[in-house]
């Protein structure tokens, strides 16, 4: 057990150092405005010339504090590790000789987006797929999905929308367009190293510790379940199976979860089309 969260804490050391790799060699140089700090610390440097990695540092250690105040110690002990080495990371690399100069081959705008977009997913995916977090403004997502009830894909949407928005007033347009390709670029990376391509799943629990697991899924992901008694094929044993929606930002807690309180559980995900109801999209 220990072993293998040493090597999740690898994972996650590995996939923040992609996504540095991904803002410091190709959005900060290029001014691809984006969201999150990376997308703020552009902003400001376009207002005040400030410069963006001190930005990124500063935000992302006022973040990770407002977390634990809101949030609670358990969200903060998982963003610790990206608060610590995502900012170091992107100032290092921002001062590396060897790594501007690779950056400098790639002279087209564009491909600077697609190459940050394939190393910000990349980096994303993998810290995901090992149940950690970025911090940054995943904090300020999952606050307000805590307190608004507005789903996080949607309060993602809402941040990055303004810092966008912000873009327009002092970037020529052509920087917006990019910033655009390479969130969508980002997004799809995650989505092929997580799950698949669709953000909406639905897992088949099935656990000798349902009610542990049930309540962890709703209180601490804060989504409803549905538990269906069913029978083994093959042993004819009667068991209760949970049945749960989710997004795709909660695979990794979902699965680390379920994890911690029964390893032995049988967990099936499927992909889903649409999840239509509470949480999800309305019937129209």
Do not use: C
Not at 10 to 34: E, Y
């Amino acid at each position: 057990m220990k072993k293998e969260k040493i090597l999740n804490y690898f994972f996650i050391v590995l996939g923040n150092f992609s996504l540095a790799l991904g803002v410091s060699l190709f959005v900060l140089p290029k001014n691809i405005i984006s969201g999150g700090t990376s997308g703020v610390g552009i902003l400001l440097r376009g207002l005040f010339e400030f410069e963006p990695t001190l930005i990124i540092f500063i935000l992302t250690w006022f973040l990770f504090f407002v977390g634990w105040a809101v949030l609670g110690r358990k969200f903060a002990m998982k963003t610790l590790v990206a608060t610590i080495v995502y900012p170091l990371f992107v100032a290092l690399l921002s001062q590396s000789t060897f790594f501007e100069n690779l950056a400098k081959q790639v002279t087209t705008p564009l491909l600077a987006a697609i190459a940050g977009g394939v190393l910000s997913g990349v980096g994303l995916g993998i810290v995901f797929k090992n149940g950690g977090s970025t911090g940054g403004f995943d904090v300020l997502s999952l606050i307000m999905n805590k307190y608004l009830r507005i789903k996080l894909s949607l309060a993602n949407l809402i941040l990055d929308s303004v810092i966008i928005l912000g873009g327009l007033l002092i970037l020529p347009l052509e920087n917006i367009l990019l910033g655009i390709i390479y969130v969508t670029i980002t997004s799809y990376t995650i989505e092929k190293i997580l799950v698949g391509q669709t953000d909406r799943y639905f897992a088949h629990i099935i656990s000798e510790k349902v009610d542990l697991i049930n309540d962890y899924i709703n209180h601490e992901l804060s989504r409803g379940t549905t538990i269906l008694l069913v029978e083994g094929g093959f042993t004819k044993e009667s068991k209760k199976m949970i049945e749960v929606a989710f997004g795709r930002q909660e695979y990794a807690f979902l699965k680390q979860g379920i994890k911690e309180i029964d390893p032995n559980a049988f967990i099936g995900v499927l992909k889903a089309v649409d999840v239509y109801g509470e949480g999800f999209l309305e019937i129209r």
